[in-house]
């Protein structure tokens, strides 16, 4: 098990190797996430407008739509380090916004296309990200429809759709243009991240006219 005190780390290669693993026997074959889809989703989990529980968030690991059940562990100690893991990687994210904008890095896999040059796509973390912002998507409506954010947040849901889209597969056609499209869904989930602390922040901050205690 990890060290407590190590538990806003990022995981090592090692540990990401182990959760991927787990996702890839648990919960990709049941149309759950891939490692690159829980690490979008759960920046928007730990990024958005409010707090919200594990036990809300969990089942969408094994199964999109939210309805999955839990997987059979080979043992409870199996099930601990996975909920250990996914945790770690949460505390990791929150640390890595924490340090600033150049701290976080999403989790992007890159594999060889058909021409064996390296291929980003990014289409299963913006989908994570997105699966994210609909556990809240009442609450997220007032950045999403802000004109200041819709540009970037508009190649989220490019990269999403990704090129099996007719209509957006032009804007996907080779890595310059993704990469145009991941630097802007980069800063939007950057962006997001402040601005809900901003709000955050000045919902708790105390009001001027507010009485003072002597």
């Known amino acids: 098990m990890s060290n407590t005190q190590d538990s806003h780390l990022p995981l090592s290669d090692s540990e990401l190797d182990e959760l991927d693993n787990l996702l890839e026997k648990y919960a990709v074959p049941h ?3 891939s490692l690159e889809m829980l690490d979008g989703f759960l920046t ?13 968030w969990l089942n969408f690991i094994w199964q999109l739509d939210g309805e999955g059940a839990e997987p059979k562990w080979e043992s409870p100690q199996q099930r601990e380090r996975f909920m250990a893991l996914v945790a770690r990687h949460s505390n990791g994210i929150v640390h890595a916004f924490a340090s600033g904008d150049e701290g976080f890095s999403p989790l992007m896999f890159d594999f060889e296309g058909e021409d064996g040059s390296n291929e ?21 409506a007032p950045l999403l429809d802000d004109i200041d954010f819709s540009d970037d947040y508009a190649a989220v849901e490019i990269l999403a759709f990704g090129p099996g889209d007719e209509k ?16 802007s869904a980069t800063d939007f989930a950057i962006d997001a991240h402040g601005w809900w602390q901003e709000q955050r922040a000045a919902e708790i901050a105390p009001r001027s006219d507010s009485p003072r205690l002597n």
Request: charged share 30%.
């Open 31 to 33: 149309n759950g996430m």
């Open 44 to 56: 928007a989990v730990v990024s958005g407008p409010q707090d919200v529980e594990a036990s809300e």
């Open 120 to 140: 980003i796509h990014a289409q299963e973390w913006c989908l994570g990200y997105a699966r994210g912002i609909d556990l809240r998507a009442d609450e997220w």
């Open 168 to 183: 957006l597969a032009h804007l996907l056609e080779n890595q310059e243009q993704r990469d145009e499209l991941i630097e």
